[in-house]
Every structure is written in structure tokens, then in C-alpha cells.
């Protein structure tokens, strides 16, 4: 695989993953949307990573990791913005935790987020072309 291949690879995954994040919110399904959002944006990152290095991304969940390897420049408030969105990645965490970000969840606050995390995606897939 070329490295314009792999770098189209992580981006047309990270839409796809950003898009089931829209259907989950269409359907209520609020925590999965959450953890399918911090999906798209790790996948543009390793995106970022591919593209100058060749090499395959770090096997890694941390936005804030992956924005460091691709060797992004980080505000303080993007470095916040990373951290919050990586308590999303809810997969591997305990059920107390999942529960209070469940309760958390609303409609009105996903929407949010995700509009947040559209914006930030938008903005690292156009850095990339």
C-alpha cells in the first residue's frame, strides 16, 4: 500500500466512523455516538501520522498521543478539547464509569460534542489535502 493509499484509508474510515456517530445520535443511542466520534478523530489523526512518516500509526486510543506523533501543534485548549473527547472511548472502561457518562449523555449535550468534534474533523481532513 502507497502512503497516499494508507492515509486515504485512515480518512475514508475516520467519515465512516463520524457518520455512524450522526445515525447512533438519529436513533438515541448517545454513549455510542460519543465513542464512535472519538473514533473518526483518532482515525484522522493516524491519518496525519501516516502521511509524513510512512510508517503505521501507533497502536494507541489517545487523541492526545496521536496529535503529538503526528507532531500537530496543540493549544492548550485543543490539548482539553482531546482529553475530554478521550473519555469517550468508552470500550475497555468499567460499567460504573460508562453509567455516569451514560447519565451525562443527553441528546443536547451529544449534539454539541458532536458538532465540536464535525468541526475539529473538518478542519484535520482539510489539513491533509
Not at 493516524?46 to 509524513?52: D, E, G, M
Not at 473527547?85 to 460499567?95: D, H, K
Amino acid at each position: 500500500m502507497t502512503v497516499a493509499e494508507k492515509t486515504d484509508f485512515w480518512c475514508e474510515e475516520s467519515r465512516r466512523a463520524l457518520s455512524v456517530a450522526r445515525d447512533l445520535v438519529g436513533t438515541g443511542t448517545y454513549l455510542e455516538a460519543l465513542f464512535f466520534a472519538h473514533l473518526a478523530l483518532e482515525k484522522v489523526l493516524k491519518a496525519h501520522i501516516v502521511r509524513p512518516t510512512a510508517a503505521e500509526p501507533v497502536f494507541s486510543h489517545d487523541l492526545v498521543l496521536l496529535a503529538d506523533r503526528a507532531q500537530i501543534s496543540l493549544s492548550d485548549e485543543d490539548r482539553d478539547f482531546f482529553a475530554r473527547v478521550n473519555a469517550y472511548n468508552i470500550r475497555a472502561r468499567y460499567q460504573d464509569y460508562k453509567r455516569a457518562l451514560y447519565h451525562r449523555a443527553s441528546k443536547e449535550y451529544v449534539e454539541c460534542e458532536l458538532d465540536a468534534i464535525s468541526r475539529v474533523h473538518r478542519s484535520l481532513e482539510e489539513q491533509l489535502q
